[in-house]
């Protein structure tokens, strides 16, 4: 599997940006996927995550009730809208595949691979 994150931007706080994350591959839809960011000097942390038909969700609390994560895999693409932006939403944006899953928990890093090239998302104040 091969991931392209696109959809990033610079953006006013308040305002909104849609990402996308296009998978090559037939098996897209096998799979559970996830978002993730790192700021600046920061680790890559979780955003959201979805499972392989997109009914269950999972969200960090830092962007929970803002961002919403959805899929569609007749085109092997995920989404993530995101909603009244803050400058701390500043990262590169991160999409990739779920392939182990040691727990319940949806955000684990050590959980994920096949990592796309990221999307800069700059929130100005």
């Known amino acids: 599997v091969q991931l392209q994150a696109s959809g990033g931007g610079l953006v006013q706080a308040g305002g909104s940006l849609r990402l996308s994350c296009a998978a090559s591959?037939?098996?897209?839809?096998?799979?559970?996927m996830g978002w993730f960011r790192q700021a600046p000097g920061k680790e890559r942390e979780f955003v959201a995550a979805?499972?392989?038909?997109?009914?269950?969700?999972a969200y960090a609390d830092s962007v929970k009730g803002r961002f919403t994560i959805s899929r569609e895999n007749g085109k092997n693409t995920m989404y993530l809208e995101m909603n009244s932006l803050k400058p701390e939403d500043t990262a590169v944006y991160y999409c990739?595949?779920?392939?182990?899953?040691?727990?319940?928990?949806?955000?684990?890093?050590?959980?994920?691979?096949?990592w796309g090239q990221g999307t800069l998302v700059t929130v100005s104040s």
């Open positions: 979805i499972s392989d038909s997109g009914g269950i969700t």
């Open positions: 990739a595949v779920r392939v182990h899953y040691y727990s319940d928990y949806a955000g684990a890093l050590h959980e994920y691979a096949y």
């Open positions: 591959g037939r098996t897209f839809s096998r799979y559970s």
